[in-house]
């Protein structure tokens, strides 16, 4: 029973940090995905529509009053635009990386 009641607990961490988590993920890897790669535009731009997703969804629920969300729902929007623009960033290897010359032969 004591292991049963730990799951739930668990299961609620996941469902209250982790709903803003993976929205902020699933966006960036979308816009990632099309673009090829990642940088910074694409962290900000990615941000910004991981937390206006995550922010419709509240707006929605609460009936248009947004001043009715409890502080894991404003949490949920700040780990949606933190985790989008962290996955949609450019990589470490690209940033410390010179782009090849060009050769004479193009």
């Excluded at 890897?29 to 941000?47: H, N």
């Amino acid at each position: 029973m004591m292991r049963q009641s730990l799951a739930v607990l668990a299961g609620i961490a996941v469902a209250v940090v982790g709903s803003g988590v993976l929205t902020g993920l699933f966006v960036a890897e979308a816009v990632v995905a099309v673009a090829r790669g990642g940088s910074r535009r694409l962290a900000v731009a990615s941000g910004v529509l991981g937390t206006a997703s995550i922010l419709g969804a509240g707006w929605v629920t609460t009936g248009h009053r947004l001043g009715t969300v409890a502080w894991k729902g404003w949490l949920a929007v700040a780990l949606a635009a933190a985790a989008g623009a962290f996955r949609a960033r450019p990589s470490a290897a690209a940033r410390r990386s010179r782009p090849a010359p060009a050769s004479a032969a193009e």
